[in-house]
């Protein structure tokens, strides 16, 4: 069932520690086959060495688990939410990587410094609230994904746009097309966090990129006439 | 005499320098047997590279060597008390690894400022006073453990809820249930201490995350009702 | 066409992940013939795992494509500018490497603090200023090449002396006599950036270095009667 | 000629790059050979990746080239100093490396904040001042050297206890019995420099270690009752 799909979560898993973004078990990555509706996802807490392509869990939208032998990621339901909310993405990565997660401890959204961050994310990073109580002690989960989805409606943020997103006190959410793509942006990221970090360091009265170079640089890569790369090879 | 138990300490020792927690040698991680009392420790100053499982040292709970041609750890006095003091662990660690060793000589307590933190430890990882002169020329190793065993105490902490510490002026201890899980919560605190070191530098009036959201992470992982990972793989 | 050129500018294209200046494709490196005035150039948004000599773009200095199946980086306008106006260059590097960027995002110039610096650039690394509305919307990445010029031209800077820029939101450029040698300058370039950032951390009311050690150390590798490394070697 | 000595300090200048202290060719080990007055120190400015054991240029103390057919490091003379300087040593080391670099740059003294340096190096790592217009042009490496050694000799530094020095706007010195030492301090003080610069971000109205402390893990690992690794192993 959906072994293209497994296979491709479990590739996109394993980009993870690859990519420097993981320790442990700390992340997971899913991917979503909008026609049947379910999707795949990590199972909960298993290394990375031990990891394969069999062990993914197909979940339904409705939260139950279609098929797999292990429990899925305890972040799931997050997941669950934002491929209801928004139809566009196709794959979901949640990680602690380091630098992005320091931002979400700190609670600030990452101003956009310049066309790195341009290149992917349109305007900042934002960073939601905090969980209350209830919203805790209730179905934290769920709800997780109810604010992040909330949060982007408030703002008018389109999530094709700004594909990331940071959780206070707890780490970032990216998303894409697909799970490559997913994880493509949490890269990216991770990168514009740390740059982020160090240049405010490096000048306190540090302003975020004039508009029009945010636009230019977004567009290149995004708009309408984007120039950048090779559209053949796409 | 305890081979499986030496083989076991000897490759927690080996996950140091793989998970980048040492510079030559310093670190040394321990386990012992609760049924015959007697623990196995990293013999003092080997290069990790040459170390074997035989070379482990076998010591008993009054700090006689039982077993083994070489020298204990030099920490071995602080393993013993610690034993000693807190049945219920299995295996303890020491480094010098970065960032907990930079929190230490800042003799500052890690504030809980997200869930990767509260996974793994409940409220801020203590950092324990620099010995007196007295204690440290009267018995130095042996006063470290007692300290540590002391503030504990003093403060009400349980080891496995808070299972590391910060001595001010030196460096981090981890244990855990055996030493592979010893090694796995220095690695935890690690990545904490990197994390809440750059939060604090993007946000100087950050806060700790809210006790709530402190409990729910904690109790995900190690509650009664506990939902993280594979039952059936543990 | 230019087959020997291609390889070296291959070479150096795949230095850069070597060197750790690039995370995906966010760099490029050209080298120009001067004898036909035409310059190769890495291909838009290729992956440097999939990169192949062939791939390399042949572009003339009016900005036409002579050979290749694939688009130019989409920085090449600038590369051409650079080349056009510094006939005293051979090899041109673009990147996103991480302290150089940050330094680039804070919009400020790298003071030269030591010997390291000194050895390399001399003086200041500038940072030029971002492009105006205008100028982006216009023909940014060959606005780009003229703003590099220009400032050079009016702070009176030789760019062989000084083989190393930043583009203020953006990031840095280096260039050499060749590719590799603009790819070392980039490399020198991250080094710089990073022990600017520290130092200054470390001693917030340091100053530059003198300007007799910044005099001394330059014209120990690159003076007249330079003694540095092997002649016979060169 | 001293081929013994020839392969030790080619085997002391490749863990240079092994132990991340060096970029390029920014860096060379030395080590003398007490009974004739000669030393061995790596050729000037050759790439680490084509360094063999012939190529070490044998020097004897007045500076003349003894053996070998390139130049010797372009800091020989600084080198040199210190052998005539420091009878007790045997091998001797200068870097960029990062950190240390950085202090150097922020022209301060390393504090002692902890056992780890303490463990090594007894009291701060001294920052000497920049040298004079003078002393830069007329005999520079010389006079590096004896900067050092006065500065040593002012302050009531034994060479053997404080084996690394800082030089300002340069970067550092580290020496010991042999190359194989005199690497080992480098990357020890590069640790050091690291924890520190962490460690004072953290608390800014941070501490030195108290005294009792850096006297206690000084003489466990150096004092006349070490106690600290393996006699037999030494």
């Not at 934002?82 to 979400?104: Q, R």
């Not at 097309?177 to 982020?196: I, Q, R, S, Y």
């Amino acid at each position: 069932m959906l072994e293209e799909l497994k296979q491709k979560v479990y590739e996109a898993n394993m980009d993870l520690p690859r990519y420097g973004l993981v320790t442990f078990t700390w992340g997971n990555v899913s991917a979503i086959d909008r026609e049947s509706g379910l999707f795949v996802i990590k199972p909960s807490g298993v290394d990375y060495d031990k990891l394969t392509p069999e062990m993914m869990v197909v979940m339904d939208l409705n939260g139950n688990k279609v098929e797999g032998n292990l429990n899925p990621s305890s972040d799931t339901a997050t997941h669950l939410e934002l491929y209801k909310a928004f139809p566009e993405i196709g794959g979901i990565v949640h990680t602690h990587s380091s630098y992005a997660t320091s931002w979400a401890q700190a609670g600030r959204d990452i101003p956009c410094y310049g066309t790195t961050h341009a290149d992917y994310i349109y305007g900042p990073v934002p960073c939601v609230r905090c969980l209350t109580k209830e919203e805790i002690e209730d179905a934290y989960e769920e709800n997780t994904g109810h604010l992040i989805v909330n949060e982007f409606k408030r703002l008018g943020k389109d999530p094709k746009a700004v594909p990331v997103v940071l959780c206070k006190n707890h780490g970032p959410f990216a998303w894409g097309k697909d799970a490559k793509e997913a994880v493509h942006n949490a890269v990216v990221l991770e990168e514009v966090a740390k740059m982020a970090y160090r240049a405010e360091t490096i000048n306190p009265r540090i302003q975020p990129a004039p508009q029009e170079l945010q636009d230019k640089h977004y567009n290149r890569k995004h708009g309408k006439n984007a120039y950048y790369g090779q559209t053949t090879l796409k």
